[in-house]
């Protein structure tokens, strides 16, 4: 079988073969950079969820493979308070749906007021962190949670939500 995956994170990537090569362990990956069509810095869950959705049925649109993944990180603001979000769609070469949405922390309000005014989280980590490419290892979660959830691991709880879906969807038919 034949798995996509919707972009060139580091993080991403390692988590949908994390999960994927433990339930399908003859799986071949590719990924590939696809257009999300929402801004570089989803600013809701809304928005968020439709970048992991767009990028996922792109990959999908030939047919190419078993099912194709998208995952997009993004922020939602409850009362005063930015949270991180992340999404995740899974399309299946039969066309059905599947979405998930992953843990969500605080950031402070000192990368907050960043955000809005337009800044990216990824380069706003780096900065903070001193670091580069942060985006691709632990990312803000890693950070903001000293280590003990990393972007990835985020990133594959989300991939297990949408495997679990997928998999009771086929045993359903
Ligand atoms: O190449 P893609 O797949 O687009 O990966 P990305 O790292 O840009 O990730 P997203 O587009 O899903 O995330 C939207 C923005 O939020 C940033 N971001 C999201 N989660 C982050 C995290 O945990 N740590 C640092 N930056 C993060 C990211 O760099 C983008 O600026
Ligand atoms: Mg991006």
């Not at 649109?61 to 949270?83: D, K, R, S």
């Not at 980590?125 to 985020?154: P, Q, Y």
Request: glycine content about 10%.
């Amino acid at each position: 079988m034949k798995i996509l995956i919707g972009t060139n994170n580091i993080a991403k990537i390692k988590a949908v073969k994390a999960v994927s090569s433990m339930y399908y362990p003859e799986a071949q990956f590719e990924n590939r950079e696809v257009a999300s069509l929402v801004s570089d810095q989803p600013m809701s869950d809304k928005e968020t969820r439709k970048g992991a959705i767009n990028r996922a049925m792109s990959l999908m649109e030939h047919n190419e493979a078993t099912f194709g993944i998208g995952l997009e990180g993004g922020v939602n603001e409850i009362e005063g308070v930015m949270y991180i979000c992340n999404w995740g769609a899974l399309v299946a070469n039969d066309g059905k749906l599947f979405t998930a949405t992953g843990a969500g922390i605080p950031l402070p309000e000192e990368i907050a007021v960043q955000l809005r005014s337009g800044a990216e989280l990824g380069p706003v980590m780096d900065v903070f962190t001193n670091k580069s490419g942060i985006r691709h290892e632990e990312g803000a979660i890693g950070v903001f949670t000293n280590n003990l959830v990393t972007r990835s691991v985020m990133f594959e709880h989300i991939m297990l939500l949408l495997i679990g879906q997928y998999e009771l969807s086929k045993k359903l038919l």
